[in-house]
């Protein structure tokens, strides 16, 4: 499957984005598929996870709260919904799928993705 991530951007402390990330392929509800966020210099890290069905989700503490992940497997589209956005949250967001949603609510970790989104720059200013 092929990813790609958009709709980040420069927005003020406090407002919103949402992200996309549009997938190939025509399997799309069988992949569990996460955000990931990474700034310089630090390790790529996990922000959530949905599973396949899309009825089951979970997150990093520190956006519990303010974002929800979703999906529409009609589109083979998942999204990420960024509410209160802190200037700490700015980061390049990575799409990432893999194919199961075995074990779906443990994989936080990148090596746990086979495929990955190119990138989307989210910029809060304060």
């Known amino acids: 499957v092929q990813l790609q991530a958009s709709g980040g951007g420069l927005v003020q402390a406090g407002g919103s984005l949402r992200l996309s990330c549009a997938a190939s392929g025509r399997t799309f509800s069988n992949y569990t598929l996460a955000w990931f966020r990474q700034t310089a210099g630090r390790e790529r890290a996990f922000v959530s996870v949905i599973n396949g069905s899309g009825r089951n989700t979970a997150y990093a503490d520190s956006v519990k709260g303010r974002f929800t992940i979703s999906r529409d497997n009609a589109k083979n589209t998942a999204y990420l919904q960024m509410n209160s956005l802190k200037p700490e949250d700015t980061a390049v967001y990575y799409c990432?799928?893999?194919?199961?949603?075995?074990?779906?609510?443990?994989?936080?970790?990148?090596?746990?993705?086979?495929?990955w989104g190119q990138g989307t720059q989210v910029t809060v200013s304060s």
């Open positions: 990432a799928a893999v194919s199961t949603s075995i074990l779906w609510s443990v994989r936080r970790d990148k090596e746990d993705y086979d495929y």
